[in-house]
C-alpha cells in the first residue's frame, strides 16, 4: 500500500520560507498527478499546487509567484517550497497522489504564519 509522508512544516514570521517535502513509498511515477493542498481552520480543504505526469504546472492564485512545486523521480518526493509567506497561508497542508480511480493523502503538515 503507497504511503505519502509529509514533512517541513513549523512556524515562521510573515515574509519568511518554508520547504515541505512528501515522500512517496513508491514510485511516483505510476501516478498521473501529484499536489498539494491545504486546509485551514473552518475552510474546505483547496488545491495550492499541482504538477502533472507532463510537468505541467496548477497554482491557486493567491499562491502564484510565491509558491513552486517540484518533483524527484529519483528520490520519489515532491516538495513546494513556499516563500514570501503570509499568515493566511497558515493551515495544515496535504500531500496528494493521483491515479485512475486513486486518491492517496499524506496524514498533514502544520504551517503557521506569524503578523
Known amino acids: 500500500q503507497v504511503r505519502l509522508v509529509e514533512s517541513g512544516g513549523g512556524l515562521v514570521q510573515a515574509g519568511g520560507s518554508l520547504r515541505l517535502s512528501c515522500v512517496v513509498s513508491g514510485s511516483i511515477f505510476s501516478f498521473n498527478a501529484m499536489g498539494w493542498y491545504r486546509q485551514a481552520p473552518g475552510k474546505q480543504r483547496e488545491l495550492v499546487a499541482k504538477v502533472i505526469s507532463g510537468g505541467t504546472t496548477n497554482y491557486a492564485e493567491s499562491v502564484k509567484g510565491r509558491f513552486i512545486i517540484s518533483r524527484d523521480y529519483a528520490k520519489n518526493t515532491v516538495a513546494l517550497q513556499m516563500n514570501s509567506l503570509k499568515p493566511e497561508d497558515t493551515a495544515v497542508y496535504y500531500c496528494?497522489?493521483?491515479?485512475?480511480?486513486?486518491?492517496?493523502w499524506g496524514q498533514g503538515t502544520q504551517v503557521t504564519v506569524s503578523p
Open positions: 496528494n497522489a493521483e491515479r485512475t480511480y486513486t486518491s492517496i
